[in-house]
């Protein structure tokens, strides 16, 4: 896809949708941390429904250490992982604890550093809490880019790299949230909603549908 029409691409996504964000549910900096490890092989959905009777037993790291790995996990069993997932949740907001007194890190390395925390969690914390414009790319990203001729790549970081020097520095910052929830609900997987895609016409996919 031309520079031209990649402006194009995301000047459309922007006046549809001026300030898009996370649909991951969250009150605070460490909620969002918590959310998105758990929402890893897991959708927003179902993270939102674990999270409102987590996040109201244990709201900070502390509660969090306190409840322990049973009780995270026997909160958020209905999620894929959950025993895994309840025990970097404890061990996260333990090294929050100990390292960072207690907050989310403006630092890509500390975030990586955390258990369950991989460059694409990081990138949606430093995006999402610190307005940072990185790229998150999962899933729905990587085929999205890759569809539309908008950034290919053969693997994520190969796409994350594209996309950081391809879209417009101006819309960078809020990128990660148009291209998912486009991804998620207009360019889905097995059935893209062409004819309802408000950048058809600029995307270079050969089988669009009807």
């Not at 429904?49 to 709201?59: D, I, V, Y």
């Not at 630092?107 to 991989?118: F, H």
């Not at 940072?132 to 790549?153: E, W």
Request: aromatic share 6%; proline share 5%; glycine share 6%.
């Amino acid at each position: 896809m031309k520079r031209e029409a990649i402006r194009e691409f995301f000047r459309r996504l922007a006046e549809a949708n001026p300030h898009p964000t996370t649909e991951l549910e969250y009150g605070t900096p460490y909620q969002l941390l918590v959310a998105v490890v758990l929402s890893a092989q897991a959708t927003d959905k179902s993270v939102n429904l674990a999270t409102r009777k987590l996040f109201a037993a244990a709201p900070t790291p502390e509660a969090m250490i306190t409840l322990g790995e049973e009780g995270v996990a026997e909160h958020i069993k209905t999620i894929g992982l959950f025993r895994n997932k309840a025990r970097n949740t404890v061990a996260l907001s333990r090294q929050l604890l100990e390292r960072h007194g207690g907050e989310v890190p403006h630092d890509r390395a500390a975030l990586e550093a955390l258990p369950g925390v991989g460059r694409k969690t990081a990138n949606v914390v430093l995006n999402t809490v610190f307005g940072d414009p990185v790229m998150a790319v999962d899933t729905h990203i990587f085929r999205l880019s890759n569809r539309t001729g908008l950034a290919p790549g053969k693997d994520v970081l190969a796409v994350e790299q594209a996309l950081m020097h391809r879209v417009p520095k101006d819309y960078l910052k809020d990128a990660h949230h148009w291209l998912i929830l486009h991804g998620r609900y207009v360019c889905t997987a097995r059935k893209p909603n062409c004819a309802a895609c408000i950048v058809r016409d600029l995307c270079e996919f050969r089988d669009k549908t009807a």
